[in-house]
């Protein structure tokens, strides 16, 4: 059983910069690819990003090209997302989730199998 806990979320002006990071336990981390998913208010849960298990191969979310930054450190079973020139519709909560079979990298919610609870993030305008 993994367990994963999410945090550096908080409240942040329009084109401001935060770090998210999930830390891991309970399992072999570098054994498992990442993602990071977030749920806005009213909306469906949306993929954000996602990274295999050694790092080398990331997939990100159109709305996330060029401003996230998804990566891992495996000595420390913690996966950051780096999220620059925020907006309001960034706004959410952001849940990290781990999958099994890390060869590769996942954007589908129904392939993880462990999530975390969640840290809200606000960009305000």
């Known amino acids: 059983q993994v367990q994963l806990v999410e945090s550096g979320g908080g409240l942040v002006q329009a084109g401001g910069s935060l770090r998210l990071s999930c830390a891991a336990s309970?399992?072999?981390?570098?054994?498992?690819?990442m993602g990071w998913f977030r749920q806005a208010p009213g909306k469906e849960r949306e993929f954000v990003a996602a990274?295999?298990?050694?790092?080398?191969?990331?997939n990100y979310a159109d709305s996330g090209k060029g401003r996230f930054t998804i990566s891992r450190d495996n000595t420390k079973n913690t996966v950051y997302l780096q999220m620059n020139s925020l907006k309001p519709e960034d706004t959410a909560v952001y849940y990290c989730?781990?999958?099994?079979?890390?060869?590769?990298?996942?954007?589908?919610?129904?392939?993880?199998?462990?999530w975390g609870q969640g840290t809200q993030v606000t960009v305000s305008s």
């Open positions: 990274i295999n298990r050694s790092g080398g191969s990331t």
């Open positions: 309970g399992g072999i981390f570098s054994s498992y690819a």
């Open positions: 989730a781990a999958a099994p079979f890390g060869g590769s990298w996942y954007n589908k919610g129904h392939q993880y199998s462990y």
